[in-house]
T-cell receptor
């Protein structure tokens, strides 16, 4: 089924370890974003991309890197995991404009639940 | 960073009741979106609003884009148990269309 696919669904890391959260979409969306969700705080934007080769920082970018080598993929890298990065991470994608059939809203993946101990 | 203020934070209602929630911002948005999140899943888009004053329905859900462009409202009529979840508003600004600002969420629980 078309959509946003995130892997893994669950991950436990030790402090200081690094890892990459994978995100892929097959809807040919130009925009992709990473959010983290913490209790009582809604979703906060980490990094986003408006197209292949273009990325920018969101609200909470520290400790995370991204790259966008293709339209389909937008991996999120944790450089040196810290307990403060324990969260649920969502990848999302969207068309760039309100073209016919596009709602303007992002389509979200089902999330990666990350625990850093 | 800015987050939108959503109220109420949580609500318990009985099946069949109508529900209202709202979202306010200190900034103007050009697009308002309402999402629902079920446990263990990502948010799913319910309704998108593009013009101030716009009123849009999706089944039992109705949302409005506030005249000031700083608020939005979501109503659910005749609630059913599957309406349980967290509802988020989100705003989008022209010129920064790649970024959404989310509200803090309204947790809805429906009792029989």
């Amino acid at each position: 089924n078309a959509g946003v696919t995130q892997t893994p669904k669950f991950q436990v890391l030790k402090t200081g370890q690094s890892m990459t959260l994978q995100c892929a979409q097959d809807m040919n969306h130009e925009y992709m974003s990473w959010y983290r969700q913490d209790p009582g705080m809604g979703l906060r934007l980490i990094h986003y991309s408006v197209g292949a080769g273009i990325t920018d920082q969101g609200e909470v970018p520290n400790g995370y890197n991204v790259s966008r080598s293709t339209t389909e993929d937008f991996p999120l890298r944790l450089l040196s995991a810290a307990p403060s990065q324990t969260s649920v991470y969502f990848c999302a994608s969207s068309y760039s404009s309100l073209s016919a059939g596009a709602s303007g809203g992002y389509t979200f993946g089902s999330g990666t639940r990350l625990t850093v101990v | 960073g800015q987050q939108l203020n959503q109220s109420p934070q949580s609500m318990f209602i009985q099946e069949g009741e109508d529900v209202s929630m709202n979202c306010t911002s200190s900034s103007i948005f050009n697009t308002w979106l309402w999402y629902k999140q079920d446990p263990g899943e990502g948010p799913v888009l319910l309704i998108a609003l593009y013009k101030a004053g716009e009123l849009t329905s999706n089944g039992r859900l109705t949302a409005q884009f506030g005249i000031t462009r700083k608020d939005s409202f979501l109503n659910i009529s005749a609630s059913i148990p599957s309406d349980v979840g967290i509802y988020f508003c989100a705003g989008r600004v022209t010129g920064t269309a790649s970024k959404l600002t989310f509200g803090t969420g309204t947790r809805l629980q429906v009792t029989l």
